[in-house]
T-cell receptor, first 112, second 112 residues
Framework: NAGVTQTPKFQVLKTGQSMTLQCAQD?????MYWYRQDPGMGLRLIYY???????DKGEVPNGYNVSRLNKREFSLRLESAAPSQTSVYFC???????????FGSGTRLTVV | GQQLNQSPQSMFIQEGEDVSMNCTSS?????WLWYKQDPGEGPVLLIA?????ELTSNGRLTAQFGITRKDSFLNISASIPSDVGIYFC????????????FGTGTRLKVLA
């Protein structure tokens, strides 16, 4: 039971570089989400995908793009990284009866 | 964006003590959830509440859905060192606009 798997776990980027954060879930959930977590800011929603083939902006989408590749996979892309995007990124999925989200273990991204 | 207010923001307690924290909102929610985030991991669902006034337990944890539907409470009895972490509340509703909002978190540190 892997749940939600995120890769990589750690990444350092230079300003202007691009990268894609990968996320996959094996629970057959319809909905998937990308959050960022900053000290004192809690969890802020970047993008979400209510079902395969759909994506929508969350609270802080600027500077990011997403792809819902199939039901299992939802990736987050930073086209031109900025120091303000230094954060911990969490992928989550939902689809159970209790409305709970299952989170991955996070990607710690530093942009220098 | 909207976030739920959690209180206290952080707390240090002695092992064996009981802990109380709460979450308040200006909006009504149909479901309240509580998550715990261990250091270096993603949040994990602890308890979900579906009805105003509902009181639900999970081991040493007890959570309540406030009567006004604008707040929720979490109690931890006889704290142990592994209770350390960040506790997040979340409010969920599909009435009108879909909303799933996380609180700002309560950081708990337990002194042995």
């Amino acid at each position: 039971n892997a749940g939600v798997t995120q890769t990589p776990k750690f990444q350092v980027l230079k300003t202007g570089q691009s990268m894609t954060l990968q996320c996959a879930q094996d629970m057959n959930h319809n909905s998937m989400y990308w959050y960022r977590q900053d000290p004192g800011m809690g969890l802020r929603l970047i993008y979400y995908s209510a079902s395969e083939g759909t994506t929508d902006k969350g609270e802080v989408p600027n500077g990011y793009n997403v792809s819902r590749l199939n039901k299992r996979e939802f990736s987050l892309r930073l086209e031109s990284a900025a120091p303000s995007q230094t954060s911990v990124y969490f992928c989550a999925s939902s689809g159970g009866l209790n409305y709970g989200y299952t989170f991955g273990s996070g990607t710690r991204l530093t942009v220098v | 964006g909207q976030q739920l207010n959690q209180s206290p923001q952080s707390m240090f307690i002695q092992e064996g003590e009981d802990v109380s924290m709460n979450c308040t909102s200006s909006s009504i929610f149909n479901t309240w959830l509580w998550y715990k985030q261990d250091p270096g991991e993603g949040p994990v669902l602890l308890i979900a509440l579906y009805k105003a006034g509902e009181l639900t337990s999970n081991g040493r944890l007890t959570a309540q859905f406030g009567i006004t539907r604008k707040d929720s409470f979490l109690n931890i009895s006889a704290s142990i060192p592994s209770d350390v972490g960040i506790y997040f509340c979340a409010g969920f509703t599909t009435s009108g606009t879909y909303k799933y909002i996380f609180g700002t978190g309560t950081r708990l540190k337990v002194l042995a």
